[in-house]
């Protein structure tokens, strides 16, 4: 079997993105306490770059078009990250997952706005129970949990932020080296961070790292950069970007499970019946795949 051809493999490695994802909250939780946004996504680039050099050979040539991408990609990804730790600051964490998790249906939504893509209607349903589970799992019984502040306004950029990411990857990668796009926008992201770092967060000193917070900045580097930039970069040749936000759409259930494993944050009854229902959309995505290929293998018959 043609690896290429089959797209088990790519789903797999989409689907591993949001499992990597969701321990990275409950670490990035820990070091922000003690290292300014700008140099722990600074120190996170640099140990992401670190851990590509085992993929040096199989860099391509880069491009003016690679590099455009790369730019495009970087300033998407660098925006998605500051505003929606920005949010944060202003609203809640379950107003901040909710808004968040919004990505799921901007995406389809811009899809059709920039490039007419005809939306999927099969997965229409996957993704209702999804927002629903969701809703489900961040409600809070407040009023402000309705109202809308600057908080939410930069959680709802940062939801668009990582649907414009899936989409812009969706749409131009097809011709484009996998590893050369995860190399180039490691180092954007990186030269962008320790730039605005220097400058915005400059009373910070190395000397305030301790061991502990030195090892969790290598693993947001290598796993939850290196190797999720490449799983979905790699994965979304292969898979739509609707599918693709579906998938991802479930990094807040394994954010909590971490959360609860590694930080013993407790989870409530509303958060697990949450987690299960958008679990439960996850699983009508994967049956709806398996059967749309089954038509298209017997039509090929």
């Not at 590099?67 to 500051?82: E, N, R, Y």
């Not at 954010?255 to 494993?261: D, E, N, R």
């Amino acid at each position: 079997m043609n690896l290429k051809n089959h797209d088990f493999f790519p789903f797999l490695a989409i689907v591993c993105v949001p499992i990597l994802y969701g321990t990275f909250y409950i670490i990035t939780k820990t070091v922000n306490q003690n290292i300014p946004i700008f140099w722990m996504i600074t120190f996170r680039m640099l140990f992401a770059l670190i851990g590509f050099l085992p993929f040096i050979k199989k860099i391509g040539k880069i491009d003016k078009e690679t590099f455009k991408l790369s730019l495009l990609l970087s300033s998407v990804f660098l925006l998605g990250v500051v505003v929606q730790t920005k949010g944060l600051q202003y609203t809640t964490a379950g107003k901040s997952g909710f808004i968040g998790g919004l990505f799921i249906i901007l995406t389809p939504i811009l899809s059709r706005l920039f490039y007419k893509t005809r939306f999927q209607k099969q997965l229409f349903i996957p993704i209702s129970i999804i927002l629903i589970g969701l809703f489900i799992m961040f409600f809070e019984k407040s009023t402000k949990f309705l109202s809308i502040g600057i908080g939410e306004i930069y959680n709802f950029i940062g939801a668009l932020s990582i649907a414009l990411h899936i989409l812009f990857i969706s749409k131009y990668l097809k011709k484009i080296n996998v590893y050369t796009l995860t190399l180039t926008q490691i180092v954007i992201v990186l030269i962008f961070s320790a730039i605005i770092g220097l400058f915005t967060e400059s009373n910070f000193t190395f000397a305030q790292i301790t061991n502990s917070e030195w090892m969790m900045l290598v693993y947001l580097g290598i796993a939850t950069t290196t190797f999720t930039f490449i799983l979905q970069i790699w994965g979304q040749k292969f898979i739509d970007e609707t599918t693709t936000a579906i998938i991802i759409s479930s990094e807040p259930v394994y954010a909590t499970f971490f959360g609860w494993l590694l930080g013993q944050e407790a989870i409530s009854w509303q958060i697990a019946l949450g987690g299960i229902i958008i679990l439960g959309g996850f699983i009508i995505t994967i049956l709806i795949r398996n059967q749309r290929k089954m038509k298209e293998n017997t039509s090929n018959l």
